[in-house]
């Protein structure tokens, strides 16, 4: 008799190659409390349900995302919270594309300022001499 999918149990290194991730992964999401503490068989092993791998793909691709481990365990409670809506979850995401657009303009003026600081720097002579090493030694301005 084939177990159906919904009721079969995965162990953790079943679990971490459905998902996509190693055993220390799945063991720190456990302790972030991302993943439910799974119950153990009588032989100790620990087994998780199905709902555990949605759950790790869940974390996985809002990582990939951009969404840090404690926006993701507020997404999560938002997917459980019947008074949740749609909306709730848009403004999650908006507030993502915000703090990603923000980090992008640092991102560009950081390239901007090693343009200059290399464009200054001939590549030639002792180190004691280089102006992108004199440059992060001045003081700010």
Known sequence: MQVERSMERLTTGRLAYEGGVNLETVRYYERRGL????PRTPAGYRTFDVEALRRLRFIR???ALGFSLKEIRELLALRVDPRTSCADVRRRAEAKIADIDQKLGTLRAMRKAL???TAACAGRGPVSACPILESLEAPRR
């Open 35 to 38: 993943l439910p503490k799974p």
């Open 61 to 63: 691709q809002a990582q």
């Open 115 to 117: 343009i200059r600081l």
